[in-house]
């Protein structure tokens, strides 16, 4: 059984434990509202309140901070393998960065950039970079020695042996660490959302929130927990296509 199969089938037995809680322990429904009335409540949304819209706006700014947080954290990550003096000096900084509260962050970035994109694509960003770094100052830096050995021997450029050697035996770990960075983009992005913004998932979250409307609620964590999964199947396919022979199992 394939991997999507195996997906939609715990899927599908999710939703049938939600109804049958639903159904069996006859929980309100302002407490927990049954599939059927989350979907409707997402059709209503999607016919009334733009919901495409609210979540295009979302995506947009999830991949957009992940791609730059990702670039960002592998190029540091490798400047970091090369020179360990610049690690020592930059750690710090982006200890206190990456461990100060996203929370607390969020209300400053749009105190400086406004309700647009900004702080929410520079949030998503922040919380990408780190996980990417680590990935690749783990997979640049612990290279085996007799392969850098052998590229010197052999007379290579750097730049041939970034290609057919650092980059190589780089990717495993920048994947774990970009896997890990994509849950929690979403969760940044919609945190600075609900911290102040005039339309994304986050927006609509608040508004359920503060309306007691717990079907909208759930749609929209629904949403948000497929977008979340939806980027870390891309990056799993990412990873099938780049080193098929860790991906066989």
Same mark, same amino acid.
């Given at each position: 059984?394939?991997?999507?199969?195996?997906?939609?089938?715990?899927?599908?037995?999710?939703?049938?434990?939600?109804?049958?809680?639903?159904?069996?322990?006859?929980?309100?429904?302002?407490?927990?509202?049954?599939?059927?009335?989350?979907?409707?409540?997402?059709?209503?949304?999607?016919?009334?309140?733009?919901?495409?819209?609210?979540?295009?706006?979302?995506?947009?700014?999830?991949?957009?901070?992940?791609?730059?947080?990702? &670039?960002?954290? @592998?190029?540091?990550?490798? /400047?970091?393998? =090369? %020179?360990? $003096?610049?690690?020592?000096? #930059?750690?710090?900084?982006?200890?206190?960065?990456?461990?100060?509260?996203?929370?607390?962050?969020?209300?400053?970035?749009?105190?400086?950039?406004?309700?647009?994109?900004?702080?929410?694509?520079?949030?998503?960003?922040?919380?990408?970079?780190?996980?990417?770094?680590?990935?690749?100052?783990?997979?640049?830096?612990?290279?085996?020695?007799?392969?850098?050995? &052998?590229?010197? @021997?052999?007379?290579?450029? /750097?730049?041939? =042996? %970034?290609? $057919?050697?650092?980059?190589? #035996?780089?990717?495993?770990?920048?994947?774990?660490?970009?896997?890990?960075?994509?849950?929690?983009?979403?969760?940044?992005?919609?945190?600075?959302?609900?911290?102040?913004?005039?339309?994304?998932?986050?927006?609509?979250?608040?508004?359920?929130?503060?309306?007691?409307?717990?079907?909208?609620?759930?749609?929209?964590?629904?949403?948000?927990?497929?977008?979340?999964?939806?980027?870390?199947?891309?990056?799993?396919?990412?990873?099938?296509?780049?080193?098929?022979?860790?991906?066989?199992?």
């Amino acid at each position: 059984m394939n991997a999507p199969i195996r997906a939609l089938l715990s899927l599908a037995g999710f939703v049938l434990l939600w109804w049958g809680a639903v159904w069996g322990f006859a929980i309100p429904a302002f407490l927990l509202p049954s599939p059927g009335a989350v979907i409707d409540r997402l059709v209503f949304l999607a016919v009334n309140a733009e919901l495409w819209r609210h979540t295009t706006t979302t995506l947009g700014q999830i991949l957009g901070g992940f791609v730059i947080g990702a &670039l960002l954290g @592998i190029g540091t990550g490798a /400047a970091f393998a =090369r %020179l360990p $003096r610049l690690e020592r000096l #930059f750690t710090p900084v982006i200890l206190l960065v990456q461990t100060a509260p996203k929370i607390a962050i969020a209300p400053l970035l749009i105190l400086w950039l406004g309700l647009g994109p900004g702080p929410k694509i520079v949030l998503v960003a922040i919380v990408t970079f780190f996980p990417a770094m680590t990935g690749a100052l783990t997979g640049f830096r612990y290279i085996a020695k007799a392969y850098r050995d &052998l590229a010197q @021997i052999v007379g290579l450029t /750097a730049w041939q =042996r %970034l290609t $057919r050697i650092d980059l190589p #035996f780089a990717v495993p770990p920048i994947v774990a660490g970009l896997r890990v960075a994509t849950t929690q983009a979403v969760t940044a992005a919609v945190v600075a959302e609900m911290m102040g913004a005039n339309r994304g998932l986050g927006y609509l979250l608040t508004a359920g929130q503060e309306s007691s409307d717990s079907p909208a609620v759930i749609g929209v964590i629904v949403i948000l927990s497929l977008t979340g999964w939806g980027f870390y199947e891309l990056v799993r396919f990412a990873e099938a296509k780049l080193i098929p022979w860790r991906t066989k199992a």
